[in-house]
Every structure is written in C-alpha cells, then in structure tokens.
C-alpha cells in the first residue's frame, strides 16, 4: 500500500513538471469559452510564418521557464498567424480569419504582442522580439497596473 501511494505522488509530481515544460497555447475560439467561464488576462502572440523574430521568440523566449510559468500562471495565450485567411472563428458576432483579427487589432509589425482584458478588449501592444527577462518583466507590469 505504502509503495502505491508513493508511486501515485510520483506520477503526481512527472504529471505536474511536465505541465509547464511549454507554454499552453489556447485558440482564439477556445480562450473566448475560457475566458467565461474563468476571467483571465490574455496574451495573443501575432506572428507570420516568414519572420525571422518571431521564430526566435518561439525557439528561445517562449522555452525559457520562467516565460512558461509566468505566461501560464496569468494568461490565456493565442497564437494568431497574422496572414492566415483560412482559420476563422466568430468573435462578438462577426466572423474573422486570423489575419482579419490582426488587422482589427491593428498589428502592423512582427512579432507583436497584444494583451486583451478578461473582457476580451484590446489593451496594449507590446511589439518586437524581446527576450525572457525582459518579457516577464513587461507583463508583470502590465498586470500590476491593469489588475491593481
């Protein structure tokens, strides 16, 4: 029984590093589900698949953990390829492609970072590549000043 248990609270604890080894990406579609039914912060990563920043942003500030957990423990993420005509979704009544919603968002550089209300309502940019500190450190203000 003894061993059981401590195999049990050793899957228990694989199970739960193994949860923040990356961060959790959510669709447009999904975090507006999520964001009912539990009020977050969200991040949407607007990217194209020809910038050379954004990729760098993937490879290396987005593996750092401390991007992961931060990023995890506060947001919904969305990735949103801003040249995607194909992938649509509905938001407040009108249908997008995810190029549509970068345009609605206003994105006009790469990689740009916007951040929505639990509301879902557009509150800031944060353009270019940065790197992990730095990124946590802009969002940690960012909340500290939106979510006082």
Do not use: H
């Not at 003894?2 to 669709?27: C, E, N, P, R």
């Not at 990735?79 to 345009?103: C, I, P, Q, V, W």
Request: include cysteine; charged fraction near 25%; charge should be negative.
């Amino acid at each position: 029984m003894k061993q059981l248990l401590i195999m049990g609270l050793l899957l228990f604890t694989v199970q739960q590093s193994m949860a923040q080894d990356k961060i959790q990406w959510y669709s447009f579609e999904e975090v507006i589900k999520l964001s009912q039914e539990n009020p977050k912060m969200i991040l949407v990563d607007v990217y194209t698949d020809w910038c050379g920043w954004c990729k760098k942003m993937d490879k290396e500030t987005f593996t750092d953990q401390a991007v992961i957990s931060y990023v995890n423990e506060n947001f919904y993420a969305v990735k949103l390829n801003a040249e995607d005509k194909r992938t649509k979704f509905k938001f407040r009544g009108k249908e997008y492609s995810e190029e549509d919603m970068a345009r609605a968002m206003q994105v006009r550089s790469y990689p740009n970072f916007v951040i929505m209300d639990a509301a879902m309502e557009n509150i800031t940019q944060l353009p270019g590549y940065r790197e992990a500190n730095p990124f946590v450190s802009a969002l940690t203000s960012l909340l500290e000043n939106f979510n006082p």
